[in-house]
Structures are given as C-alpha cells and as structure tokens.
C-alpha cells in the first residue's frame, strides 16, 4: 500500500481486520514509506481485505495498492513482522 499509510497505525489496524477475517499473513512497514502485507485465506475473505485495504484507517490515505500472488502461503495466524 502507497500513500500515506505509516505512522497512522495502519499495521494494527490490518492485522486487526485480517484476524477478523479470519486470514493468516503478516503486515510490516517498508523503509520506502509504503506498508508491505500477505494475506491467505478464503478467497472471498482475501478479497474483502484487499477492499478494506483501499480505504485503510481512519487517519490512512491509501494511493496506491499492489497485488500479487506468493508461491508458500505464510504460517497461521497474523503477524507484525519488522520493517524491511
């Protein structure tokens, strides 16, 4: 995600709406000012994720969002990984 999206706890907020999900991934900040995410899971479940991902928190202003795909799904679970 691209825009303004660090600094206004848009790590918490995915990791919060992905474990509502009920997804499994992980969410870090990038050191280019964007915020890095893998999300796995159903698929309807990834998809209203990647929704939820475009709007962002209250504070975010998402613009720009990237997808692709990975080759290894991550670990259960949702976590705060550290910056890359």
């Not at 929704?51 to 613009?63: F, I, W, Y």
């Amino acid at each position: 995600m691209r825009g303004r999206v660090q600094g206004v706890f848009f790590r918490a907020w995915t990791a919060e709406e992905a474990r509502a999900l009920g997804l499994s991934g992980w969410v870090r900040n990038r050191r280019d000012g964007s915020v890095e995410a893998v999300f796995s899971g159903p698929p309807a479940a990834v998809e209203a994720m990647l929704e939820r991902c475009r709007g962002g928190p209250p504070l975010a202003q998402v613009s720009g969002l990237e997808v692709g795909e990975e080759a290894t799904p991550p670990p259960a679970g949702f976590a705060l990984a550290p910056t890359a």
